[in-house]
């Protein structure tokens, strides 16, 4: 074999012949030196010394013989360097991805309520009825819990909405919940993730989106401070000039209950919604209504986001169009 494999090298023409040798006698899977490296295991050991000895001797006789081709073929071989290398010209700069731009917008959300006092508060995605529902005071049969409304998982042991099944939150005012169950008042948090309904996909809808909600319970806490957090924070995402109104509206786990609008480039634009914390919320989790007060907001991520880059259709967000993500 090892004339054999001398022979072929010697032989090899030029480098394409060489590399098939190569492979042919040395190939790290069906190469003949280990086809004979394998057959080792059946030899008696008394002898299995002495032919391992032979094996290395072999083997580093057909690699000088691969290695003596590779030089007279003029580079091609382990220590060759390729001709065509040309180490002078400029490299392929490997593309870096970045951040995206609902990212960012969540971080920098993040650093201006953090500088009022707010921390992040997390949440889990996969809800049950009483986080999305029950202890925001949203009774069975209300129409926010209907099964066309909310993405309710088929794998839950139980029926869509009823106790014992499980959705994808709708809302991250589950998050209001966890926290109060977990935490003594004061709570000073926000929350900001991803809340899934299932509209239709449109410039304005899609069937997943961020909210930002933010919670404050304390003693004597007014909708006087709940328009100064909310001034204070548009007018730093927004711009000096934004101001704020707020509408009457109504949601079932705030009394009162407004709908928030920001005046931002000569209109007015909802944002989101907010109010006081609803007593029977407070007694939901285990909380004092006469003790302590306190306000709740959400507000649309996306929304935010939109507007300060004057993006003007949220599928792109999502469509993972480098050319459109690559901007932010
Ligand atoms: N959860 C409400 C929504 O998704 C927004 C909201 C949050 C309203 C907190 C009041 C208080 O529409």
């Known amino acids: 074999l090892e004339g054999e494999a001398k022979d072929a090298f010697e032989n090899a023409a030029d480098s394409e012949a060489l590399e098939s040798v190569r492979v042919q006698f040395l190939g790290a899977k069906k190469g003949a030196l280990k086809d004979v ?39 091609g ?17 490997p593309e870096l991805g970045h951040v995206h731009p609902i990212t960012q917008t969540i ?21 049950d009825p009483w986080h999305n529902f029950v202890a925001l005071n949203i ?5 926010a819990r209907d099964p066309l409304d909310n993405f309710y998982l088929s794998t839950a042991e139980a029926a869509a909405g009823s106790e014992g099944s499980q959705l994808l939150r709708s809302q991250t005012s589950t998050v209001q919940i966890r926290v109060m169950e977990k935490q003594a008042p004061p709570i000073r948090i926000i929350s900001l993730g991803r809340v899934y309904r299932p509209d239709a996909p449109d410039a304005t809808h899609f069937p997943m989106f961020h909210q930002m909600e933010g919670l404050y319970v304390d003693k004597h806490v007014t909708m006087a401070n709940l328009k100064t ?19 009457p509206s109504f949601f079932p786990f705030t009394e009162p209950s407004v709908e928030v609008d920001f005046y931002w480039n000569g209109a007015w634009i909802e944002f989101g919604g907010a109010g006081m914390v609803d007593p029977a919320v407070f007694s ?5 209504p006469d003790e302590v007060s306190g306000f709740a907001f959400g507000l649309g991520v996306e929304r935010l986001c939109m507007r300060r880059h ?10 993972g169009d480098l050319r459109f993500l690559s901007q932010f």
């Open 310 to 319: 004057g993006i003007t259709d949220i599928r792109d967000l999502y469509s």
């Open 284 to 288: 939901a989790v285990g909380y004092d």
């Open 139 to 143: 009774p069975e049969d209300h129409p």
């Open 37 to 75: 490296q394998k057959q080792m295991g059946g030899i008696d050991k008394d002898d299995r010394k002495a032919a391992g000895m032979r094996l290395n001797a072999f083997k580093s006789s057909v690699q000088d013989a691969f290695e003596q081709t590779a030089a007279r073929l003029g580079g």
């Open 107 to 127: 971080n920098h959300l993040m650093e201006i309520m953090g500088r009022m006092g707010f921390s992040a508060a997390e949440g889990p995605e996969v809800e």
């Open 77 to 93: 071989g382990s220590d060759g360097v390729d001709p065509t290398f040309d180490p002078t010209l400029p490299g392929v700069r």
């Open 229 to 247: 957090v909310l001034r204070v924070f548009a007018t730093n995402y927004l711009g000096d000039d934004v101001e704020i109104r707020f509408r």
